[in-house]
């Protein structure tokens, strides 16, 4: 029976034993599990940091914008942020004549005050599009709307580094043509929307990662 008792005594030492063991490392693999989590949940605060900075830059962005160009009319010039974007749309019938790619001269006063702010803002880059209504088109020099937002985006590049000195290396001209309206192309007032000139203002990628790298140094 002593015997008996011993043996059974040692058993249970020895599953105390195991379990301690489990124990142990069930509270390391906890503890390695929360580490991680904390490691996660660090970075992610920290990327949001960055988007909240990008996102403070932009506010700034257009709080400028809209000061420059705030006598105009709302309609005709409109002012947004999309997905971290500035967009800066400007009708057809500020711009150019129906059909043409010459630039008014309202235009030029227009995009004087659009150059006075990028000039200001060095570190973005931005992109001059041009789109049209899905009307057919067909002259000497422009065979479609292909053609047409094209000629009309660079007309726009130009006067902006011909006459406001904005660096051509931060500008891209795009033709969009008539394959994204804004509203449909079945009658006037449709297509008088889809006519417009669209400059979407862009922090430089590099900026963007900067700003995260930043904010992992100063966690």
């Known amino acids: 029976q002593v015997a008996s008792l011993n043996a059974t005594s040692r058993d249970l030492i020895n599953q105390i034993g195991s379990f301690t063991d489990l124990t142990k490392k069930g509270a390391e693999n906890l503890e390695r599990s929360l580490e991680s989590l904390q490691e996660k949940d660090l970075t992610i605060r920290r990327l949001q940091d960055a988007v909240t900075r990008r996102d403070s830059v932009n506010f700034a962005l257009v709080k400028s914008l809209k000061g420059a160009l705030g006598n105009m009319d709302d309609t005709d010039i409109e002012i947004s942020v ?3 974007v500035v967009f800066v749309s400007i009708s057809d019938k ?13 235009a030029r006063e227009i995009l004087g005050k659009v150059a006075t702010v990028v000039n200001a803002k060095p570190d973005f880059e931005f992109m001059v599009e041009g789109h049209t209504d899905n009307v057919p088109i067909s002259r000497e020099v422009i065979q479609d709307n292909w053609d047409l937002s094209v000629l009309r985006a660079t007309a ?7 006459d406001f000195n904005v660096d051509p290396a931060r500008m891209t001209a ?21 006519r417009r000139t669209r400059i979407v203002v862009l922090p430089k990628l590099d900026q963007f990662y900067s700003m995260i790298e930043e904010g992992l140094k100063d966690n």
Do not use: C, H, W
């Open 82 to 84: 999309e997905k971290g």
């Open 156 to 162: 726009v590049v130009r006067i902006l580094q011909n």
């Open 94 to 106: 500020l711009l150019f004549r129906t059909g043409s790619y010459q630039v008014s001269a309202k």
């Open 174 to 194: 795009g033709g969009r043509g008539e394959y994204i309206p804004l509203a449909s192309n079945s009658d006037a007032s449709g297509r008088a929307r889809n």
